[in-house]
């Protein structure tokens, strides 16, 4: 059921796209509908280069490399994330310290702090890294945190009856109680990564789905910019997507879904 909502969603927007430019005033020539992004990626002639093949060819070491620095970011996002959680976990003086720098990072906008980042660092890998973890580590830091201060006190009671540490309390039952919120901050910092990549791209890198944005917009390739902007967002539906199937495959068993145990709850 929740694929065919949306599935019928993205029915509902691209019908909506296609007719309001369709019926409205807009250039053409500047505007693209969903059925220009299907020619150009599928049908011979319209576009150049002439053949669809080459231009889907185009795109591949785009998102390659879009993915990469996605990738790295969310990496570094998680990983600082998740450290901090532990440490706000384990001392409130660390948690006053980690905390307000998640504000000021969450508070401060991105194209902003950009520019900041990328003086520090120069372009490259780590500047890309840094730039997308920026947008993966608070909301990962506030949801693990959460996820940790959830554990039942029954079970933090019975680690310390049995002459459990603070290690194996974390360990054997802060952390696992964090899951479900671990992926929930997924979700939000996945498909942001896609963003804050393309962002990077566009600003400071000659490569990736970013840079070709700006590159098409000068060289007036219209078909080829409405495409890498469908691109961009299907990478960032995947990304949400994969998070929503990992999910499902870490958390089987060992987090019923809530209708499995209410039922159960009724039979007995």
Not at 172 to 192: C, D, E, H, M, N
């Amino acid at each position: 059921m929740p694929i065919l909502t949306t599935l019928a969603t993205l029915v509902v927007l691209l019908v909506g796209w296609q007719l309001t430019v369709s019926m409205s005033h807009v250039s053409s020539y500047l505007t693209k509908t969903p059925l220009d992004v299907f020619d150009y990626l599928l049908v011979d002639g319209r576009f150049t280069p002439a053949a669809a093949a080459d231009r889907r060819a185009a795109l591949v070491p785009m998102i390659g490399v879009t993915l990469l620095h996605a990738s790295v970011g969310l990496a570094f996002g998680v990983s600082l994330g998740l450290v901090g959680s532990i440490a706000m976990s384990v001392s409130r003086g660390l948690r006053g310290t980690f905390l307000p720098i998640a504000l000021v990072l969450q508070t401060v906008p991105l194209i902003a702090i950009a520019p900041v980042i990328y003086a520090v660092f120069g372009a490259g890998i780590v500047t890309a890294a840094v730039i997308a973890g920026v947008v993966t580590f608070f909301p990962l830091l506030m949801n693990v945190t959460t996820g940790m201060a959830a554990a039942s006190a029954e079970t933090v009671d019975l680690v310390h009856a049995y002459g459990g540490g603070r290690v194996t309390l974390l360990w054997r039952v802060q952390l696992p109680s964090a899951l479900p919120y671990l992926f929930a901050g997924l979700k939000i910092a996945a498909p942001a990564t896609i963003s804050a990549a393309t962002l990077y791209e566009f600003l400071f890198s000659f490569e990736g789905l970013g840079a070709n944005l700006l590159t098409s917009k000068s060289y007036s390739d219209y078909g080829l910019l409405w495409t890498l902007v469908v691109v961009t967002i299907a990478l960032a539906l995947a990304a949400y997507g994969a998070v929503a199937l990992a999910e499902r495959l870490a958390l089987a068993g060992r987090f019923p879904p809530p209708s499995t145990v209410v039922r159960r709850g009724g039979a007995t």
